[in-house]
Every structure is written in structure tokens, then in C-alpha cells.
């Protein structure tokens, strides 16, 4: 049984991003942990006067939580009947990243859910949005969905690699799961400098991807001198993409398409979903 992680601030946003993961695992028996987090305000210390009393925080902070999440819950019953999906509510008072992976490792979450609002809110890493801020902090699969994003069978799959790191196995096997549960088709898409060839060591973690993933359908492809962000949104709209994978060990190769200044040049992000593997 898959244990799935849906925090939400009960937004469109959010609500979007249960629909997508509801329609996505629709076949797979999971748990899916509902929860919201009030978060404690960063500059809140020991001797602030910040904290919150434990009565306060029941009776009013938490209180109204549990009551939003009730009526989430209310909200997705209405909509989808699943015998294999099973729902818990958890309400916080906490630091949202802490709370996050505290969660990931009581429960043992094999994947996470969370909403993007568009570009802007990947792009706003820095300064504190949630999604980036749980990609790059918590070891823990990741789907990010971004509030244009309509659910439809994956079918095609891109995973944007530089055969520069050997792969994890799990990583891997995430994402066959994936493939094998949607009958999706795999896109290995390789982005080099013009005259740029593989060498030694990218031939071998390319003969190893080719070989491990031999029971699945996958194809190889290869754009030159075009720049990264911008060829992996051209294949992936002329291919009708519908998920990118990327693992999220290959940071530098994965903000530049995540995390560039210039994002919001970029429309995709507003669209299609993001898998993030984590080793």
C-alpha cells in the first residue's frame, strides 16, 4: 500500500493538486495523509512572545484546521469513491519543511503531492515557497503539480538526464512503477553544446539506463546547442508531454530548468507535472 503525503493551505491550488494525485493513483491502494500546516512564524524564538499557548493552539489555530480539513474531506468523498484509498487528517502548529520531513519519516511516505502556482512559484525558492522549498529539502519523491494542470493518462514521459551521475536503483524503480502502472512510454532526452560528444563514463550510464530499463518502452533522444531549459520545453511540447521526471541529486542540471531567474518565460511549468526522485 502506498503511503501519499497531501499537505494543502486549502486552496484551488491545492485542491487541484489532490484531484490530479486521486485520478493519477486511482488504481493503487494508498493512504493518503491529509495535512495542513499553520506555520510558526520563522523569526519566533525561544524568548519570543510569539509562541503559542497550547489552549490557544487548540481551541482556536488547530480547531479551525481540523474543521477545513473536514470539509476537504467532505469535498473529495463527494467527487471520488475508491475502496483503495483510505484518508487520515493531521492539522500542525509548526515549521512547514521540519513538519514535512517529520511526517515523511513517521509515516514512511513513498511520494508527495503538492500544488505550484505556475512558474512564480517555483521561481520564488528563494524566498520561501513551500513546493521549492520541499524539493530540495526532504528526500522524498515529489510530484509537483502546477495549477494549470488538467489529469490525463501519462502516456509519454520525459526524463531529462546528462549521463553525467550513475542512477540509483529506487530512483529508478519509482519510475517504472510509474510506467508500468499507465502503460506510459519513457523519453530519455539528453541536451548537449554543439560538437559536444558523450564520453567514456555518460556512454556507460547510458548502456546501463538502456539495459535496466529493458523491460519497459523507452526511447532515447538527443537536441543539440539549444539551451536547457528551453529544449526540454520544446520536446515536451511537441511531443504532448504529459510528466516530467528529473532526479533531484543532479541539482544543477535540475534548477536550471526549475529554478532559472527567466522561469516565467517558460510555459510549461503552468502545466505539466513535475516528478522529483530522490535517492
Same mark, same amino acid.
Given at each position: 500500500?502506498? $503511503?501519499?503525503? *497531501?499537505?494543502?493551505?486549502?486552496?484551488?491550488?491545492?485542491?487541484?493538486? /489532490?484531484?490530479?494525485?486521486?485520478? #493519477?493513483?486511482?488504481?493503487?491502494?494508498?493512504?493518503?495523509? +491529509?495535512?495542513?500546516? @499553520?506555520?510558526?512564524?520563522?523569526?519566533?524564538?525561544?524568548?519570543?512572545?510569539?509562541? &503559542?499557548?497550547?489552549?490557544? +493552539?487548540?481551541?482556536?489555530?488547530?480547531?479551525?484546521?481540523?474543521? @477545513?480539513? $473536514?470539509?476537504? #474531506?467532505?469535498?473529495?468523498?463527494?467527487?471520488?469513491?475508491? =475502496?483503495?484509498?483510505?484518508?487520515?487528517?493531521?492539522?500542525?502548529?509548526?515549521?512547514?519543511?521540519?513538519?514535512?520531513?517529520? $511526517?515523511?519519516? =513517521?509515516?514512511?511516505?513513498?511520494?508527495?503531492?503538492?500544488?505550484?502556482?505556475?512558474?512564480?512559484?517555483?521561481?520564488k525558492v528563494t524566498v520561501g515557497s513551500n513546493t521549492g522549498d520541499v524539493i530540495t529539502k526532504v528526500k522524498c519523491p515529489l510530484l509537483a503539480v502546477p495549477e494549470n494542470a488538467t489529469y490525463r493518462i501519462p502516456k509519454e514521459i520525459v526524463f531529462p538526464t546528462d549521463?553525467?551521475?550513475?542512477?540509483?536503483?529506487?530512483?529508478?524503480?519509482? #519510475?517504472?512503477?510509474?510506467?508500468?502502472?499507465?502503460?506510459?512510454?519513457?523519453?530519455?532526452?539528453?541536451?548537449?553544446?554543439?560538437?559536444? =560528444?558523450?564520453?567514456?563514463?555518460? &556512454?556507460?550510464?547510458? !548502456?546501463?539506463?538502456?539495459?535496466y530499463l529493458k523491460d519497459v518502452e523507452h526511447t532515447f533522444h538527443s537536441l543539440t546547442g539549444t539551451k536547457l531549459e528551453t529544449a526540454v520545453q520544446?520536446?515536451? !511540447?511537441?511531443?504532448?508531454?504529459?510528466?516530467?521526471?528529473?532526479?533531484?541529486?543532479?541539482?544543477?542540471?535540475? $534548477?536550471? /530548468?526549475?529554478?532559472?531567474?527567466?522561469?516565467?518565460?517558460?510555459?510549461?511549468?503552468?502545466?505539466?507535472?513535475? *516528478?522529483?526522485?530522490?535517492?
Amino acid at each position: 500500500m502506498l $503511503q501519499v503525503l *497531501l499537505p494543502t493551505d486549502f486552496s484551488e491550488n491545492s485542491w487541484n493538486a /489532490i484531484v490530479y494525485g486521486l485520478e #493519477l493513483l486511482k488504481k493503487s491502494k494508498c493512504t493518503f495523509y +491529509l495535512l495542513h500546516i @499553520n506555520p510558526v512564524p520563522p523569526y519566533s524564538g525561544a524568548s519570543s512572545s510569539v509562541r &503559542v499557548s497550547p489552549k490557544l +493552539l487548540e481551541e482556536t489555530i488547530l480547531k479551525d484546521s481540523r474543521k @477545513n480539513l $473536514q470539509l476537504l #474531506l467532505d469535498r473529495i468523498e463527494n467527487r471520488f469513491v475508491n =475502496q483503495g484509498h483510505t484518508f487520515v487528517t493531521i492539522a500542525l502548529y509548526d515549521f512547514f519543511v521540519d513538519s514535512i520531513k517529520r $511526517q515523511v519519516e =513517521q509515516k514512511k511516505i513513498d511520494l508527495i503531492i503538492m500544488g505550484t502556482k505556475g512558474a512564480s512559484g517555483l521561481k520564488k525558492v528563494t524566498v520561501g515557497s513551500n513546493t521549492g522549498d520541499v524539493i530540495t529539502k526532504v528526500k522524498c519523491p515529489l510530484l509537483a503539480v502546477p495549477e494549470n494542470a488538467t489529469y490525463r493518462i501519462p502516456k509519454e514521459i520525459v526524463f531529462p538526464t546528462d549521463y553525467h551521475l550513475g542512477y540509483d536503483l529506487k530512483v529508478l524503480d519509482t #519510475l517504472i512503477e510509474m510506467v508500468n502502472t499507465h502503460g506510459s512510454i519513457l523519453r530519455i532526452l539528453h541536451i548537449s553544446k554543439k560538437g559536444e =560528444q558523450l564520453n567514456g563514463e555518460q &556512454v556507460k550510464n547510458k !548502456e546501463f539506463l538502456d539495459d535496466y530499463l529493458k523491460d519497459v518502452e523507452h526511447t532515447f533522444h538527443s537536441l543539440t546547442g539549444t539551451k536547457l531549459e528551453t529544449a526540454v520545453q520544446c520536446f515536451s !511540447e511537441s511531443r504532448d508531454t504529459d510528466v516530467v521526471a528529473m532526479v533531484a541529486k543532479n541539482l544543477n542540471f535540475f $534548477q536550471r /530548468i526549475l529554478f532559472k531567474p527567466r522561469i516565467e518565460e517558460i510555459s510549461y511549468h503552468t502545466e505539466i507535472p513535475f *516528478l522529483v526522485l530522490h535517492e
